[in-house]
């Protein structure tokens, strides 16, 4: 590795699913290294261990995986910058927390909740007034020595200005007047997520830090103390939030888009990736469907929009449906079979036969149950069903189109869709009525519904001809029975 490879981090927290906002962040650094030949890096923040969910890391794995994401270096990938688990560098923090207290960049702090509590404005917000930042060394080492509690403190410097460029907002300028002199490490001896993050990034070696624009004011808090440690800086690369609407952002806790949730209902990993991608970022011509080697090669900064994308599940379908009608249809298949599987139960159907159905009829693999639910058997329906003005037909029509149908197909041996389509057309004919008529009145006779994926000839072979002439002579039966009662 040369000095000046690109080095990016993925760092997410095991609290919960990965949401679709967290996983864009760890695209977005995966694109930039993989396109600047640099290497990508998973680290598992898992301080916060009050928050933290069972099952939460291997859920993060999961995730990458099926997304296509891959790391060079992480908890089970050690590149030589390990441990890759915040909670397994504990020792790491307390060590430099320590260090920058001797540099002159922290402090000792002994004051007590009660205390700090008494620093409120009335609103809920506590500013530290900095009363320990001066006291004497030899006080200082006299109260620790005899066990006092205590945390470190950022010694934020008076009278500068700390600005940055960032690679997508320009020049982020703060003044140190407006910055507290925060906690880095707690009372416990755990580091708080901001040193934790600067410390780790400086001895992982990371070059260019990607993350939220939530993080945007404060990083020139975290600059001071690269800063005060003599160490150089990364680059920064701000990313706008992903809203659920116009005024509300989307959010892990309220259980907003879950990737996984959205693999259960059918969507393809390889889609959502898709998707996300383009929540805040557009390649220079503008594509929508692109493989991940393809927006690795077009991924570029100036294409990361500075305002808030809208989370648009109708787009993603579309998105997803694009790519179910450009498979293969052995692939189609083979990611279909479980929903078909569900729709058919024990029943004997050509499951191909099925997929070559639902294929161009489908954005998401979890409409296939339904929309295969007219294999199943069903009740009396609403004759009104039959009932169609643009194609002239009423119940009296319906019953004639079915008889003739019905009729005609008795008599069928050779049960492919391009015979039993001639026999109904050629029946139709014979009987003065419009193939149109009578096939949508076929279709309804067969499954009990006006709308279904594919037309009466499609309906009649997937069912075979026993099953079709069972439906259709019942429907026959329903339809004189209503006659007889006018």
């Not at 959010?251 to 059918?266: L, Q």
Request: net charge negative.
């Amino acid at each position: 590795m040369t000095d000046n490879t690109v080095r990016t981090r993925f760092a997410p927290s095991p609290t919960g699913f990965m949401h679709i906002g967290n996983l864009r962040t760890g695209l977005y650094a995966y694109l930039f290294a993989r396109k600047n030949g640099g290497r990508f890096i998973l680290r598992i923040e898992d301080t916060d261990q009050e928050r933290k969910v069972e099952g939460a890391v291997d859920m993060i794995y999961r995730t990458l995986a099926a997304a296509g994401i891959d790391y060079d270096e992480g908890p089970d990938k050690d590149g030589g910058y390990g441990p890759y688990v915040q909670t397994q560098r504990m020792g790491i923090y307390k060590q430099y927390a320590e260090e920058l207290v001797e540099r002159g960049g922290a402090y000792y702090c002994f004051c007590d909740k009660e205390r700090l509590a008494s620093l409120g404005d009335g609103t809920g917000v506590h500013t530290y007034d900095r009363h320990c930042r001066n006291l004497p060394k030899e006080e200082v080492q006299r109260r620790l020595a005899a066990g006092e509690s205590y945390v470190i403190r950022q010694k934020v410097p008076d009278g500068v200005v700390s600005e940055y460029e960032d690679m997508v907002f320009g020049k982020i300028s703060v003044d140190s007047a407006d910055i507290e002199d925060g906690v880095l490490l707690k009372s416990d001896g755990l580091p708080t997520y901001n040193f934790a993050n600067v410390v780790d990034d400086h001895l992982m070696g990371i070059t260019h830090v990607i993350r939220g624009t939530e993080y945007l004011s404060s990083t020139p808090k975290y600059n001071l103390i690269y800063d005060a440690f003599g160490w150089q800086r990364p680059k920064y690369m701000h990313l706008p939030p992903i809203m659920k609407d116009a005024t509300r952002k989307l959010s892990k806790r309220f259980g907003d888009a879950n990737f996984e949730d959205f693999i259960a209902k059918g969507y393809l990993p390889e889609a959502i990736v898709n998707y996300i991608a383009l929540l805040g970022w557009c390649p220079k011509d503008n594509r929508e469907k692109m493989t991940m080697q393809e927006m690795i090669e077009a991924f570029d900064t100036d294409g990361i929009s500075h305002s808030s994308s809208i989370f648009d599940e109708a787009k993603m379908r579309w998105l997803n449906g694009e790519y179910l009608k450009a498979m293969s249809s052995e692939r189609f298949y083979d990611v279909a079979l479980p929903r078909i599987k569900q729709a058919v139960g024990e029943a004997d159907y050509d499951l191909k036969e099925l997929a070559s159905l639902m294929q161009t009829r489908v954005d998401v693999l979890g409409d296939i149950p339904e929309k295969l639910a007219f294999l199943n058997e069903f009740g009396d329906y609403d004759l009104a069903m039959y009932e169609h003005k643009k194609m002239k037909v009423d119940r009296e029509v319906a019953l004639r189109a079915v008889r003739v149908a019905t009729d005609a197909l008795e008599a069928l041996d050779d049960w492919t869709e391009d015979s039993v389509k001639q026999c109904v057309c050629l029946a139709a004919e014979n009987a003065g009525m419009k193939s149109g008529q009578v096939m949508f009145a076929m279709r309804v006779a067969l499954t009990g519904a006006p709308v279904t994926p594919g037309g009466a000839i499609e309906m009649a072979v997937v069912l075979k001809k026993s099953e079709s002439l069972r439906r259709m002579r019942r429907s026959l039966q329903m339809l004189e029975s209503a006659q007889q009662q006018v």
